[in-house]
C-alpha cells in the first residue's frame, strides 16, 4: 500500500463518518448507546466481524 492510498483511505473513512454525523446525528447517539449496552466481550466480536467484513471488501475489490 503507498501513502496515497493509506490517504484515500482515511480520506473515505473521514468523510462517511463525518456524513453520517451531519445527516443523523440522533441515530449516532442511539447506536452509541447500543453498543455501550453490550458486553465487552459482544463489542469486540462486532469489531471483530465489522474488521472482517471490511478485509473482505477491501481484498474483493482488489482481486
Known sequence: MTWGAAG???G???TVEGLV??????????????????RLDQRRAVGLAAMALGVGLVWLTHH
Open 8 to 10: 484515500l483511505a482515511l
Open 12 to 14: 473515505l473513512v473521514l
Open 21 to 38: 454525523l451531519a445527516l443523523a446525528p440522533r441515530r449516532v447517539e442511539d447506536a452509541l448507546r447500543f453498543i455501550s449496552a453490550l
